[in-house]
Structures are given as structure tokens and as C-alpha cells.
């Protein structure tokens, strides 16, 4: 069964979609890392996105949804996707179950980590993600973490929608568009809410906790 991660702009979504990657033997599906790997190959629709996330816009649907496609008919991600980012308005939302019904998959688990707008200026605005290997840490709470940081720590790079303008623009995106798309997913037994203001390992543990039932 799938995963999906719900939650705003700095939540810590990808942070703990890597922790169950590692422990559950799920793949991460972030439509943003997917986006960002499109803007790096500099084709044309690459610069279109790389406009679009500047400014903290949501890229078209057609285009989420294709590449969104590719990975659920992957044999390899088969029924083990944490959806990190995805569905992100209810067209998203509808589109996510037509294709997961056409393959004969399901969602076993949405996790809504929920969060203030205060707390995830923050979060944001330290955030260092490495080129290499995606991990996010923070400048403010994981010093130590990021001179250790296997790839080296010149790799950690601050993404470029990561201002306070965009973070803005992205919060209230969120709130208009993503967050109502909850009312759908909070009727199904396997939804479970998260206090995401929690220590990133009291949030692990948690999510742990429903991954064994
Ligand atoms: P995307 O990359 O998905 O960005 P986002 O949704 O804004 O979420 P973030 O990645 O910013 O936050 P996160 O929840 O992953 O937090 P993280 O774990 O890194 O999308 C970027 C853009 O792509 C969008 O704006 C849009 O333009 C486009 N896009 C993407 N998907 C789309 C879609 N479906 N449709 C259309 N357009 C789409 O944590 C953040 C920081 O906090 C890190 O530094 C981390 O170390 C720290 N942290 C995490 N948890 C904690 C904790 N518990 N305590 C303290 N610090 C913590
Ligand atoms: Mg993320």
C-alpha cells in the first residue's frame, strides 16, 4: 500500500519520507525533487518550471500528473510510494485515484503533519538541502549534522525558493488550494494527524507506530 505525506510548505514532508525510505522500504515520490530534476535538465519546459516555483506558483497539473504517471506504473515502486507533495488540489486529488484504481493500488496511510505558518518561516528559511543525495537539514538546529554530512557539507545548498516573499506566497497557495483537499482524505479510517511542531524523532516514532498496524 501507498503512503501520503500531507502537509504545508516545511512540515518536514521530505525529511520523514526519508527516514520511512530507510526504515520501511518505501520510495519517495516528491513531485518538487521531481520538478527541481526537470528544471537541472534545462529543456524548455524545464525554464518554464523553474519560473513557476520562483515564484511559488503551482506547475501545471498536465505536467505534474504525467510524471506522477511514470512512477505509479513502475513496477519497481509498486504499491510502496509515500507521496510526498502530491495530491495538491482536488483535481490532483481525483487524478490520484482514478490512476491508483486503473493500476489496482490503494492508499494505506495519510499522514497530515500539521504546522503554523510561524514555525515554518523558520524551518524555511535554515533549511540546506543537499545536491546530491536530497537529505534537508537545517542551519539553525543541525549544525553539527551538516559538517558531518556524508556527501560533504559543500553540497548542502539553500534552494532558491526558499525566501520569505515565496514562503509566503507558498503558505497561502497552501491554504487555498491544498488544505480544503483534507475534508476528503480525514473521512478514511487511515488518516491520522500529526502535531508536526514536535521534535523531528517524536514525529519518526509516530509515524513508526502506524506503519506497524
Ligand atoms: P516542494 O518541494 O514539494 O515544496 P513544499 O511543498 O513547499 O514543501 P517543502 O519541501 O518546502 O517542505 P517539506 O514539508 O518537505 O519540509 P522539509 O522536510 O524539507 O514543492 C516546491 C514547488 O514545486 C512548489 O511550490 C510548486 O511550485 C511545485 N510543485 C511541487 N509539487 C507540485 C504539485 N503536486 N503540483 C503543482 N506544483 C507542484 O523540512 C523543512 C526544514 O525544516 C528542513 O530544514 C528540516 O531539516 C526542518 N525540519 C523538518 N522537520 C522538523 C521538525 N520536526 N523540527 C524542526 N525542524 C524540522
Ligand atoms: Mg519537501
Redesign the pocket.
Known amino acids: 500500500m501507498n503512503i501520503i505525506?500531507f502537509?504545508?510548505?516545511?512540515?518536514?514532508?521530505?525529511?520523514?519520507?526519508q527516514f520511512i525510505v530507510k526504515k520501511h522500504n518505501y520510495f519517495q515520490l516528491?513531485?518538487?525533487?521531481l520538478?527541481?530534476d526537470e528544471v537541472k535538465l534545462k529543456t524548455s519546459l524545464g525554464s518554464k518550471?523553474e519560473q513557476?516555483?520562483s515564484?511559488?506558483?503551482?506547475?501545471?497539473?498536465e505536467?505534474?500528473n504525467t510524471l506522477?504517471k511514470q512512477a505509479i506504473t513502475h513496477l519497481k515502486f509498486r504499491d510502496r510510494i509515500i507521496f510526498?507533495?502530491?495530491?495538491?488540489?482536488i483535481e490532483?486529488a481525483i487524478n490520484l485515484e482514478l490512476i491508483l484504481n486503473e493500476f489496482k493500488q490503494t492508499i494505506g496511510h495519510t499522514i497530515f503533519?500539521n504546522?503554523s505558518r510561524d514555525?515554518i518561516e523558520k524551518?524555511?528559511m535554515?533549511?540546506?538541502?543537499c545536491e546530491k543525495c536530497n537529505m534537508?537539514?537545517?542551519e539553525y538546529?543541525?549544525k553539527e549534522q551538516i559538517e558531518l554530512h556524508p556527501c560533504g557539507p559543500e553540497h548542502l545548498k539553500k534552494?532558491k525558493?526558499?525566501n520569505l516573499e515565496?514562503v509566503i506566497a507558498?503558505y497561502d497557495?497552501?491554504m487555498t488550494a491544498t488544505k480544503p483537499i483534507l475534508d476528503f482524505y480525514s473521512k478514511n479510517l487511515n488518516f491520522t494527524e500529526i502535531d508536526?511542531?514536535?521534535?523531528?524523532d517524536?514525529?519518526t516514532t509516530k509515524i513508526d507506530d502506524i506503519l506497524k498496524v
Do not use: C, H, W
Open positions: 505525506l502537509g504545508p510548505p516545511g512540515a518536514g514532508k521530505g525529511t520523514q519520507a516528491s513531485t518538487g525533487n520538478l527541481r518550471i513557476l516555483i515564484n511559488g506558483e503551482f506547475v501545471s497539473d505536467a505534474v506522477l510526498d507533495g502530491y495530491p495538491r488540489n490532483q503533519l504546522v514555525i524551518r524555511i535554515g533549511r540546506m538541502t534537508t537539514l537545517n538546529f543541525n534552494r525558493d526558499d515565496v507558498r497557495t497552501y508536526g511542531a514536535q521534535e523531528i517524536q514525529i
